[in-house]
């Protein structure tokens, strides 16, 4: 019995990587292709996977990741969606501090009453706490509804419409948060 469960997580780990391997390949770019690809996978993206897996108790688990733009927050956040789903069968949702801005509407209102640094993202002030709660809030909840997480586009320093936001359907075991 012990093999057959060895056996049946060695397949597992190959589904895994190969997901992985398939996922960095449409974000490599010529100029930096990403190095010690299986290395990485197995010395730290298996361990914090696994991390995750053992702090998940039945209430969805929130984790923090943070870092500085171009840090490579996203790249981390969907491989850690790909294992925790693929390996542990755990339902991820993904969702960026910045798709909270505030609308560019909202914010040149402040900018107007408030100071005119409010109609620059970033700001403390510029993000819709309120409406993140929510989202936070509504994706916890034990009889779980459809959630909508905004989208936001910094080409157009705005909100995308409501019809492009991201729609989680299943009540997410875990949310990673940048």
């Known amino acids: 019995k012990k093999n057959k469960i060895m056996n049946q997580n060695v ?11 398939n996922f960095l390949k449409l974000q490599e770019v010529l100029s930096e292709p990403f190095r010690d690809k299986e290395r990485q996978l197995n010395d730290f993206y298996f361990p914090i996977a ?3 897996k053992k702090k998940f108790k039945k209430k969805t688990s929130i984790i923090g990741l943070s870092g ?11 491989i ?9 069968n755990l339902e ?10 505030k609308t560019l509407k909202q914010r040149k209102e402040m ?27 509504r994706l916890r909840k034990k009889n779980f509804k459809r959630v909508i997480i905004p989208k936001f586009d ?9 019809k492009k936001w991201q729609v989680i359907k299943k ?4 949310i990673i948060f940048e």
Not at 11 to 21: A, C, P, S, T
Not at 92 to 101: G, K, L, P, V
Not at 154 to 162: Q, T
């Open 11 to 21: 397949l597992i780990d190959k589904e895994v990587k190969k997901k992985y391997l």
């Open 92 to 101: 991820t949702a993904i969702f960026s501090i910045d798709d909270f801005y």
């Open 68 to 78: 500085g733009q171009g840090s490579g927050k996203s790249t981390i956040s969907k």
């Open 50 to 52: 696994e991390l995750i």
């Open 111 to 137: 900018a107007k009453i408030v100071h005119p640094l409010f109609s620059v993202r970033g700001v403390p002030g510029t993000h819709d706490t309120r409406l993140l709660l929510d989202c936070i809030i």
């Open 154 to 162: 910094k080409s157009i320093d705005n909100r995308l419409p409501k």
């Open 171 to 174: 009540k997410p075991d875990v």
């Open 80 to 88: 850690l969606k790909i294992i925790l789903k693929e390996k542990y």
